[in-house]
C-alpha cells in the first residue's frame, strides 16, 4: 500500500495463510486491523510518524513487534511499515 495524504483503514484476511504486507505511507493515517487469530510481525522505519501497536497480541522484542505464536502459526502477517509524517496504527 503506498499512500500520501490520506486516512486508510486496512482489513487484513482472517485465513489467508502467509502475509506480506509493506505499507509506504506519506502524511496519512493508516489503520491495519489484524484479525483474531492471526499472528503478526512488524517492523516499521519512520520520520516523524506515530506508530501504534498492540502490544497485547504484539509484544515487542528487539526492535520488532512480534506474536508470540508467529513462527508456528497457520495464518499470519509480515508487516513493514515505512512512513514519514502521519500515524500508523496496528490493532
Given at each position: 500500500l503506498k499512500t500520501g495524504a490520506s486516512s486508510t483503514n486496512?482489513?487484513?484476511?482472517?485465513?489467508?495463510?502467509?502475509?506480506?504486507?509493506?505499507?509506504?505511507?506519506?502524511?496519512?493515517?493508516?489503520v491495519i486491523e489484524v484479525p483474531q487469530g492471526v499472528a503478526a510481525r512488524v517492523n516499521s522505519t519512520s520520520?516523524?510518524?506515530?506508530?501504534?501497536?498492540?502490544?497485547?497480541?504484539?509484544?515487542?522484542q528487539n526492535g520488532t513487534y512480534l506474536a508470540p505464536d508467529y513462527e508456528?502459526?497457520?495464518?499470519?502477517?509480515?508487516?513493514?511499515i515505512e512512513a514519514g509524517v502521519g500515524s500508523i496504527e496496528v490493532r
Open positions: 486496512l482489513k487484513l484476511p482472517a485465513k489467508a495463510g502467509m502475509t506480506n504486507l509493506k505499507i509506504e505511507a506519506g502524511a496519512a493515517s493508516v520520520g516523524l510518524a506515530s506508530i501504534e501497536v498492540d502490544q497485547n497480541r504484539f509484544p515487542k508456528s502459526a497457520e495464518n499470519k502477517v509480515d508487516i513493514r
